[in-house]
């Protein structure tokens, strides 16, 4: 079996991702499990205290943060929001009512950090080496889905490239 993140992140990064996957599993002949990226960043946060909020933010761009919320509730990582993307003001003003410390992780943390300071919200950004998104936390997450063929994977990006974005706004203006 093959785990991959399928995203959110890079537009090649995911595709090359997702491409080397489905290779080595119809070329081995084996089942395929692919899994959020920020459910794998979050792996690493099981041992956080109970009830705190657990926040992957990875850097978008354009003034967005690709971001879920997780929570921990007996030992184990439980998902508060679907994946998405978010300006960090719209994060921070959410985040600003829960009453709960907040953990930060991800590339994304400083820009997160930032704005959560900035609305009186409590976060701990997570040591250099829990940091970041690993193979790891990859498998841990695939852990607990279900295994698919490898046609069924498909990447996950959240917003249109910036080739899209380009061509749609070329379309508008004709």
Avoid at 62 to 80: E, I, K, M, P
Avoid at 122 to 133: D, G, I, S, Y
Avoid at 144 to 172: F, I
């Amino acid at each position: 079996m093959v785990a991959v993140a399928q995203g959110p992140g890079s537009f090649t990064g995911i595709r090359i991702g997702i491409s080397t996957a489905k290779g080595l599993c119809w070329g081995l002949g084996i089942p395929a499990i692919g899994v959020s990226t920020l459910e794998a960043m979050v792996q690493s946060a099981r041992f956080v205290p109970e009830g705190t909020i657990v926040c992957p933010a990875m850097d978008a761009r354009r003034s967005q943060l690709y971001n879920a919320l997780f929570t921990v509730q007996n030992g184990a990582l439980v998902r508060l929001t679907v994946d998405r993307a978010i300006a960090a003001d719209a994060l921070a003003e959410e985040l600003s009512g829960s009453g709960k410390s907040v953990w930060v992780l991800g590339d994304g943390w400083a820009i997160c950090e930032k704005a959560l300071k900035e609305r009186g919200v409590f976060c701990t950004v997570a040591p250099e080496e829990l940091r970041w998104q690993t193979a790891f936390g990859v498998c841990l997450a695939a852990q607990s889905k279900t295994p698919t063929g490898a046609e069924d994977l498909l990447p996950v990006y959240l917003r249109l490239s910036q080739a899209e974005r380009e061509r749609q706004s070329r379309m508008n203006e004709a």
